[in-house]
């Protein structure tokens, strides 16, 4: 295992700032055309010594492979303290770079949790996402609407440590 999966594999098994934020002040979602996978970002504010609008917490779910979950996760704790100008100055590189380099493969997973913070941080300007959320949703499981024909319903299984084990 090279260090690149061995962060990853790291940032998977110990996620940092993982699932809805109640109260955020901020939301974006983005998805990939690609792989499907989709990524929500939860952003909290708040002012500093300066009066400085920054950014308190970010939090985030997925849809998405492993290194979209590690990407994620650094950059959630490296988005902290930054101002929205700041945040927004930030390339996927720089949001995966505690990672070290990804492979051209794996860029678009860097890419989709820069898209998600973007939607967040500037929604007016951000690109669209791929999947509409409904205006009411709150997490990923809300964004699916139930289906009326049977045939065409998404199930979703959480796993669980009983469900694991
Ligand atoms: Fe699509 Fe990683 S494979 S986000």
Do not use: Y
Request: with cysteine.
């Amino acid at each position: 295992m090279n260090d690149l999966q061995q962060k990853i594999e790291d940032a998977v098994s110990h996620p940092k700032n993982l699932g809805e934020m109640v109260g955020a002040d901020a939301v974006g979602t983005a998805g990939s055309p690609g792989c499907g996978d989709m990524l929500r970002m939860w952003v909290k504010f708040k002012e500093d010594p300066e009066g400085r609008k920054i950014i308190d917490r970010a939090t985030f779910q997925t849809f998405g492979c492993e290194t979209a979950i590690a990407v994620a996760s650094v950059a959630t704790e490296l988005v902290a303290g930054k101002t929205v100008e700041e945040a927004l100055l930030m390339s996927s590189n720089d949001l995966s770079a505690p990672l070290g380099a990804l492979p051209p493969m794996k860029i678009h997973c860097a890419q989709l949790v820069e898209s998600a913070l973007r939607s967040a941080l500037v929604p007016s300007t951000a690109p669209e996402p791929v999947v509409e959320a409904p205006a009411q949703a709150h997490s990923l499981r809300d964004s699916f609407k139930p289906a009326s024909d049977p045939a065409q319903k998404v199930q979703i299984v959480f796993k669980t440590p009983s469900a694991s084990a």
